[in-house]
């Protein structure tokens, strides 16, 4: 499981929204944070509302005390300040991944907001889609930082072997934690097709029904499957297939079983690439405020 988590932080009350869901799961799983602050290439005086970091010795200073209040004792905390500004931080934090070799990155969903974030996608998209290791979003309402627990974990799964590689991360965290897994497979109806399918949908409606009644049954079976492996490994779990929007679904899901985190399997797509693609994993980030747990996935063959 996940022995070394790496928060990058600007310096706001915002980006600090991931410090208490780092905490637990360093003490839950007995594992060393690093906390990174890079210096951003004309950077704004403010972010988020609070003073922007500029220099070295101010996120020293900053990386010291937030490591003092954040993180109880026993817990291994080191700080990394990145002093040569750079201008793009995603791909920065991307290649801190790649020096400290972390295998877990615990943010904040912030971004730039507006056009910008809805075309490239927020820096945390852009680091899951850039990078290889998993990345847990933290997705406050506001600057508050709220508790994190991790009792219950919802894990969509949409019957391919790609994104059920999400699904043993999943059991590792609710092995490590003592959390119940909630599995759940979105069906789609014939309304809420999309792309080609819907094209499909709408010139042969009735076949198109058909074959979705036994995507249904199929994936009842096919989750009967998980639940008997994940029970046998002592897990507590349980799962449904619904029919609707995947994204909707899903978040709606989220709420109803009060998840404390959902756990998707994704190739990281953002912006314009997920619209075209249907990839849900930005659609479910911003519809929902419950924390994300990303993992990369990839195509059988390929090596991405």
């Not at 915002?14 to 003490?27: C, D, G, N, R, S």
Request: contains cysteine; proline residues 6%; glycine residues 8%.
């Amino acid at each position: 499981m996940f022995q070394h988590l790496l928060v990058p932080l600007d310096g706001s009350r915002m980006a600090e929204a991931a410090l208490p869901a780092a905490a637990t799961l360093a003490q839950a799983l007995g594992a060393g944070v690093t906390l990174v602050h890079i210096i951003e290439q004309d950077a704004p005086q403010e972010i988020h509302g609070d003073r922007h970091l500029s220099n070295a010795d101010q996120a020293c200073t900053y990386l010291e005390e937030v490591a003092s209040r954040a993180f109880p004792p026993g817990v291994r905390v080191e700080r990394h300040v990145h002093t040569a500004e750079v201008k793009d931080m995603a791909r920065s934090i991307v290649e801190h991944v790649s020096e400290l070799k972390p295998d877990l990155i615990v943010m904040c969903a912030h971004g730039h907001g507006g056009l910008h974030t809805r075309l490239f996608g927020s820096i945390a998209q852009q680091v899951i889609g850039m990078g290889k290791t998993p990345v847990l979003l933290i997705q406050p309402k506001n600057a508050a930082t709220p508790a994190f627990l991790c009792r219950r974990l919802l894990v969509p799964l949409d019957g391919s072997a790609d994104h059920g590689q999400g699904l043993p991360v999943a059991a590792g965290l609710a092995r490590a934690c003592n959390a119940e897994l909630h599995l759940v497979q979105v069906v789609p109806t014939l309304p809420t097709l999309s792309g080609e399918e819907a094209a499909s949908g709408r010139l042969l409606p009735t076949a198109t029904s058909l074959l979705l009644d036994l995507s249904q049954e199929a994936a009842r079976e096919q989750l009967q499957q998980h639940v008997v492996s994940l029970q046998a490994q002592g897990i507590s779990v349980q799962a449904q297939v619904l029919r609707g929007d995947p994204a909707k679904v899903i978040v709606r899901t989220a709420r109803k079983v009060h998840a404390d985190a959902i756990v998707l399997g994704t190739h990281g797509k953002s912006g314009m690439e997920a619209f075209w693609s249907g990839s849900i994993a930005p659609e479910v980030s911003s519809r929902s405020h419950v924390p994300l747990l990303l993992v990369p996935v990839r195509e059988a063959g390929k090596d991405d």
